[in-house]
């Protein structure tokens, strides 16, 4: 595979988060519109925002979000940085892209959870008219905070159904907050019909994938962890459950450390579903042409196999059948020259 012709490739991509993709000088502008100081120099914007190759783990990797966050506190900025990973996913093709987020971390200057998502559903709007790409948004529960606040997250996510907003998700702390601890969260998802997908096996435990199963998700961010727990692989290919890889942010949180221990041969031989994903654009310093071309170089796929996971992404979106029609024709008349 060459690197030209994968970045020119249409792709798809499902897990993405916003507050871990903004590009360092997109960031630097939004500080300077609201008098935070950040670093002038951008090999030192980089060092604080990228994690670095002998990140520790997981909460050492999500360190990088803080400074990010501070600067992610008005309307604008969170228009700003919408705007700017549609940018970005622009730039290599990606036809469709859900970007989510987690609103509540975002009030810190007083905005409403409301003001939040409608600030950057606009900033994902303007990236359609500028640059093409289509975009839904994810809102994301965090799991250390209390079920009521999480909860609001889901009815905030009913309420912005027809806006863009089309499904829910847990992120943070997997390893001390699993998912059975929020099954009256995820019930209210259930009713009111939101599809879901949980981060779950992005630390050491598969059982965590299982449950997230068991509790309505449709689709498992990262999923790693499953790999020592084989006795799952047929419940995920029953429920034909998608697993979301985000193979460069794993290995940066140490979920493995060597490539004979990541399982995405494994998931593949298994018959698993999976696709292919930057998890954060820049706290990665990835893309999704990245991502395609280590898998290349690691485990010699092809084009034919970035197809299919493109293809296998496509059927995972939170999209109208007749949307995932229009992107698999798109996919398959794009490919065929390569055959």
Known sequence: MERHIVHHLPK??????LDGSIRPETLQKIAQSQGIALPTKKEQLIDLLVAPQDC??????????????????????LKTAALDIISQAAEENVRYIEVRFAPSLHTQKGLSLSDIVTAVLTGLNEGEKQFGVKSNALLCG???????????????????KQSGVVGFDLAGNEEDFPP????????????????????????????????????????????????????????????????????????Q????????????????????????????????????????????????ITYADMEQLTHNAVDGAFISESEKQGHHTYLTAAYKNLK
């Open 12 to 17: 798809i991509e499902l897990h993405c988060h």
């Open 56 to 77: 520790q783990d997981l909460n050492d990797y999500l360190k990088r979000f803080e400074i990010v966050l501070t600067c992610l506190q008005t309307e604008e900025a």
């Open 142 to 160: 965090m799991r250390h905070e209390e079920l009521d606040s999480i909860e609001k997250i889901v009815h905030l996510a009913e309420n912005f």
């Open 180 to 251: 059975y601890l929020f099954e009256d969260a995820l019930k209210l998802v259930e009713q009111l019909s939101i599809p879901l997908t949980l981060h779950a096996g992005e630390c050491g435990c598969g059982k965590n994938v299982a449950d997230a199963v068991y509790l309505g998700a449709k689709r498992i961010g990262h999923g790693i962890a499953v790999k020592d727990t084989p006795e799952y692989f047929d419940l995920l290919k029953e429920k034909n459950i998608l697993i979301e890889m985000c193979p460069t942010s794993n290995f």
């Open 253 to 300: 949180t140490k979920t493995v450390t060597t490539l004979e221990e990541y399982p995405f041969k494994q998931f593949l031989n298994e018959g698993l579903s999976l696709c292919i994903n930057t998890d954060n654009r820049t706290v990665s310093a990835t893309t999704l042409t990245d991502e395609f071309m280590k898998l290349h170089e690691w485990y010699g």
